[in-house]
């Protein structure tokens, strides 16, 4: 079965920095485009970035300059270094991982920025 696991969120404080972790098994991680989606209360879930390969990638506005996503396709994971963290970053933090029609998602991973 497909799966998506999430690792890496907790409280920080602002200025902090988390790195989260998406370990996929069950697809062909190679030809998936992997995102990382953010929901927080009273919020529409959006999308934080992606990534297909070193030359595609894109950020929300929100995040560019502080965030970086990475994948190694040798451990089919993807990752998210989160820096300079607000508490406007503050939300449950969701794996995707995208193929045409197909998606896939993880359970997510709480962060939380103290103010």
């Known amino acids: 079965q497909v799966q998506l696991v999430e690792s890496g969120g907790g409280l920080v404080q602002t200025g902090g920095s988390l790195r989260l972790s998406c370990a996929a098994s069950?697809?062909?991680?190679?030809?998936?485009?992997m995102g990382w989606y953010r929901q927080s209360p009273g919020n529409q879930r959006e999308l934080v970035t992606s990534i297909f390969n070193t030359d595609n990638s894109n950020y929300a506005t929100s995040v560019k300059g502080r965030f970086t996503i990475s994948r190694d396709n040798a451990k089919n994971t993807v990752y998210l270094q989160m820096n300079s963290l607000k508490p406007e970053d503050t939300a449950i933090y969701y794996c995707n991982a995208k193929l045409g029609p197909v998606d896939f998602w993880g359970q997510g991973t709480q962060v939380t920025v103290s103010s």
């Open positions: 069950g697809i062909n991680f190679r030809m998936y485009t």
